[in-house]
């Protein structure tokens, strides 16, 4: 068991190893800790675009969404309430309805 631990501990490592190089920290055997390489750092957006996205989240009214930290509202199309019972009713009749709501494995519902 041992040994099976330490090769995964072993691919863990090596997985991760490339995630850490990629960044502006490296990880050193030093007081600190750490190492920085500024020239690492990816380019990001520059302000023209980011005024540009604020610019056109205040007209789309999703400003205030971000503003208060609340969850954006997806665009789609929106089902009415009686859809929302029917699709509730279809799910409820179906044999798998007791074990969806203990967590047990469910079969795919069948298509209407």
């Not at 980011?50 to 989240?57: C, G, I, R």
């Amino acid at each position: 068991m041992t040994i099976r631990t330490l090769l995964t501990t072993v691919a863990f490592a090596a997985i991760a190893s490339p995630a850490l190089a990629a960044g502006v920290i490296h990880p050193a055997n030093t007081e600190m800790g750490y190492t920085t390489h500024p020239d690492h750092a990816t380019q990001g957006k520059s302000r023209d675009q980011v005024v540009a996205d604020m610019e056109q989240a205040k007209k789309d009214g999703l400003w205030q969404y971000h503003r208060f930290g609340a969850p954006v509202p997806v665009k789609g199309t929106s089902m009415t309430r009686d859809e929302v019972l029917a699709d509730l009713d279809r799910a409820q009749k179906h044999p798998s309805w007791a074990q969806r709501r203990v967590g047990a494995p469910v079969p795919a519902l069948p298509a209407q």
